[in-house]
């Protein structure tokens, strides 16, 4: 089990940058990896990116010039710092936790969401 505690959304301009923080606590905290989705209106969730608790990570190829994932293995924490954000980057980011075997990753456990809005 882990509970996912995401904070850091908000409201920013074009060109802007933000970090979002997620706290993982539970049994599975430290074993799986950590990740970040996204959800515009209208569209499907995506993954944004995925860090293994080794420290390797995977990205949405059109976000991985912007955007840079990290994890803090003592606090149980991961980050996502965005940077130069455009209006398409303007969706609610949820947080995820899941088993990474090879090269399938798997989200299982999910944080409530924090809204990104990116806005002039």
């Not at 947080?95 to 456990?109: E, F, K």
Request: hydrophobic share 35%; proline share 3%.
């Amino acid at each position: 089990q882990v509970h996912l505690v995401e904070s850091g959304g908000g409201l920013v301009q074009p060109g802007d940058s933000l970090t979002l923080s997620c706290a993982a606590s539970g049994a599975g905290a430290g074993i799986y990896a950590l990740a970040w989705h996204r959800q515009a209106p209208g569209k499907q969730r995506e993954l944004v990116a995925v860090i293994s608790r080794t420290g390797r990570t995977n990205y949405t190829d059109s976000l991985k010039d912007r955007f840079t994932i990290s994890r803090d293995y003592v606090k149980n924490t991961v980050s996502l710092q965005m940077n130069n954000l455009k209006s398409e980057d303007t969706a609610v980011y949820y947080c995820a936790s899941g088993p990474w075997l090879r090269s399938d990753y798997v989200p299982a456990y999910w944080g409530q969401g924090t809204q990104v809005t990116v806005s002039s």
